[in-house]
């Protein structure tokens, strides 16, 4: 089932012209699924052959099975912002887990995963190919989405695992903008940091310093794209940076530009950020 309309756009660069050139629908899992799977997400496109659009996407720190434009596959954390030209027609159809949601199905550690994009098989086995099959079979995008929600529900656990302990630390990162130092978190979790940081690697595949920045810069991207005239130190002292510098640099390594100027990217001749389905 498509969920209400939201305009929470965390993740795509510069969304105001990508939206406008392509549809994303997001859809929600059913109950026992949404333990490990976030969204189902549908990006559809209809261009002109002459006005092909490149959109860059700063990735969540997760694991997305992707279906459509060509063979299954499974994308593990990116640290660099991901890059996709949208030509002609397409569609196509992703499974995006939770932070540490993927962990339970996977016979290797996450961070094996990282940067990586791999063959659904190579990681699922053959059920992959019968999967792909169904999901090329259905009728129509809510089927689609029907069977891939149907394929993780039949093998969602009955127990609640390690797994899902760091999936909630990382909601508390993103629920709480001030919480920015490693050893918070693993106070939190009531571990040291090095053991935090061996849980990061093995059930989500990225330190868990790296996951808190990524979540203040999407913060600080939304602003950007959304707010005229901000003040940058504010805005970093309210994302518990210690100071607008910190933040610029992060800012600049994570998306290719500093804040203000990529602000400036937002809004130059671009339509206002549109409502998405979700």
């Not at 629908?25 to 990006?43: E, L």
């Not at 993103?174 to 979790?189: C, H, T």
């Not at 810069?217 to 959304?226: I, K, N, Q, S, V």
């Amino acid at each position: 089932m498509v969920e209400p309309a939201e305009r929470d756009t965390r993740g795509i660069l510069a969304p105001g012209p990508g939206l406008a050139r392509f549809a994303l629908r997001r859809h929600a899992p059913s109950p026992g699924v949404s333990r490990f799977v976030d969204r189902y997400w549908v990006v559809t496109w209809d261009l002109p052959a002459d006005e092909p659009h490149t959109q860059e996407v700063l990735v969540h720190p997760v694991v997305n099975l992707v279906f459509g434009d060509g063979p299954a596959r499974l994308s593990g954390v990116r640290r660099t912002r991901f890059r996709r030209t949208l030509a002609g027609q397409g569609m196509v159809l992703g499974a995006m887990f939770r932070p540490a949601g993927f962990s339970p199905f996977s016979d290797r550690p996450l961070d094996a995963l990282t940067d990586r994009e791999l063959d659904l098989a190579e990681v699922i086995g053959p059920d992959a190919a019968v999967l792909a099959t169904d999901v090329d079979a259905a009728p129509d995008e809510d089927a689609m989405v029907a069977v891939v929600d149907r394929f993780w529900a039949d093998r969602v656990p009955a127990h609640r695992l390690q797994s899902e302990n760091v999936t909630e630390l990382v909601d508390k990162v993103i629920a709480d903008p001030l919480l920015n130092r490693v050893d918070d978190l693993a106070a939190i979790a009531g571990c040291t940091v090095r053991q935090l940081q061996r849980l990061f690697a093995e059930h989500v595949g990225i330190s868990p310093k790296w996951v808190i920045r990524r979540y203040r810069l999407y913060d600080a991207a939304e602003r950007a794209a959304r707010e005229p005239d901000l003040d940058w130190a504010r805005v970093a002292a309210e994302l518990g940076y210690a100071d607008q510098a910190h933040l610029t640099r992060d800012f600049a390594a994570a998306i290719g530009l500093p804040p203000a100027r990529y602000a400036e990217r937002c809004r130059a001749g671009t339509p206002p950020i549109p409502s998405f389905t979700r």
